[in-house]
């Protein structure tokens, strides 16, 4: 392939070559490439992937392993499109897209705000109740007088 082909962000797809003998090879395709990025963006696992687009793990891995590299990314990348979209639409006046362009920064605010209040509080745990038999330790390092526990000798120490 002498011309470069981009993916459905915009980033440059890199297919694997074709193999000289044996069964003929996967061939692989934009079409395939943009399909298991939208479905790592919706959180399908790596295996779901590669049944949609009838191939095994490993194979999916050799031939599209630029969409692998973007798996975890994928979804923040569709996102942050679909954001851009809406930003350009709104930027024309267009009054449907400044609504949900403000509902989706009110949603960015309360998944922050989320994630800032999330562990409140748990960290200020109580010790665990001690045993009886701790609390028994405890007790007999306190005791004083003719009950007290006798040094060991110097020869020890």
Not at 75 to 93: D, H, S, W, Y
Request: net charge positive.
């Amino acid at each position: 392939m002498s011309e470069e082909v981009l993916d459905l962000f915009g980033h440059p797809v890199v297919f694997a070559k074709p193999a000289e003998r044996g069964r003929p090879e996967h061939q692989p395709t934009i079409e395939n490439h943009n399909k298991i990025l939208l479905l790592a963006a919706t959180k399908h696992s790596l295996k779901e992937c590669a049944t949609a687009v009838g191939l095994s793990v490993p194979t999916l891995r050799k031939h599209y392993f630029s969409a692998v590299q973007l798996f975890d990314r994928a979804k923040l990348m569709v996102q942050g499109e679909r954001l851009a979209q809406l930003f350009a639409e709104a930027a024309k006046g267009n009054v449907a897209a400044i609504k949900e362009l403000g509902k989706e920064i009110e949603r960015g605010e309360l998944r922050a705000l989320g994630e800032r209040v999330k562990d409140r509080g748990k960290g200020d745990k109580p010790a665990p109740p001690k045993g009886l038999k701790e609390q028994r330790k405890v007790a007999a390092q306190g005791v004083t007088g003719l009950f007290e526990p006798r040094q060991p000798p110097r020869s020890l120490q």
